[in-house]
């Protein structure tokens, strides 16, 4: 089945740097990735969608890179922000029917 | 305003009692699925639907029933509960992907606790 690695470990860096979160995944490559934000008690919000023919995607200070003979994505937030600290989720397309999450990658954006 | 409701927000109840969480969405969404988050364990999918009148279980669906008569509405059913479905439910739709991004419009979450 498919499996989906993201950084357990929270990440905390300065405002105004780039975070560079990442999500690694198993076996077969998705037709498409999506990244969401999910702040404590809230439901994910959806963020970014990345297909597989496509190598980046951009949207305001966020962009997401798909390699996938690397099998990966990166998730990057230019000149981040304390509002940006949140939990982010990588989800593989597993055909129509579903998604498969990744467990998250806590963002910690200090002052 | 596009969302999708579920209710209830917060319920804590006991082993056995029946309980069932609602799951409304407004944007005329085929796709509808249900997930729950624990620590350490991410979103696991529980059950889905595809459309009206179908639906087919998820990686967890033990424990669960859903039914989805109309488009709009998809409950969880919880027949029995016990205490391992402490957890925190999304209940999530989304519409035809070649539309749009494909991308999941997710409810508020449904805290519940059985003791």
């Known amino acids: 089945s498919q499996k989906i690695e993201q950084n357990s470990e929270a990440l905390n860096i300065q405002e105004g740097k780039t975070a560079t979160l990442t999500c690694n995944y198993t076996?077969?490559?998705?037709?498409?990735l999506q990244w969401y934000r999910q702040d404590p008690g809230r439901g994910p919000v959806f963020l970014l969608l990345?297909?597989?023919?496509?190598k980046e995607k951009r949207k305001e200070r966020l962009k997401v890179t798909f390699d996938t003979t690397l099998k990966q994505s990166l998730f990057h937030i230019t000149a981040s922000q304390p509002a940006d600290s949140a939990t982010y989720l990588c989800?593989?397309?597993?055909?129509?029917?579903?998604?498969?999450f990744g467990k998250g990658t806590m963002l910690l954006v200090s002052p | 305003e596009a969302q999708v409701t579920q209710n209830p927000r917060y319920l804590i109840t006991v082993t056995g009692k029946k309980l069932t969480v609602t799951c409304s969405q407004n944007?005329?969404?085929?796709?509808m699925s249900w997930y729950r988050q624990d620590p350490g364990l991410g979103l696991r999918q529980i059950y889905y639907?595809?459309?009206?009148?179908?639906?087919d279980k998820g990686d967890v669906p033990e424990g669960y029933k859903v039914s989805r008569k109309e488009k709009r509405n998809f409950p969880l059913i919880l027949e029995s509960p016990s205490p391992n479905q402490t957890s925190l439910y999304f209940c999530?739709?989304?519409?035809?992907?070649?539309?749009?991004?494909?991308?999941?419009?997710f409810g508020e979450g449904s805290r519940l606790t059985v003791l």
């Open positions: 999530a739709s989304r519409g035809d992907r070649g539309v749009n991004t494909g991308e999941l419009f």
């Open positions: 076996n077969y490559s998705p037709a498409y």
């Open positions: 990345i297909r597989e023919n496509e």
């Open positions: 989800a593989l397309d597993r055909g129509y029917s579903t998604l498969t």
């Open positions: 944007m005329n969404h085929e796709y």
């Open positions: 639907s595809m459309n009206v009148e179908v639906t």
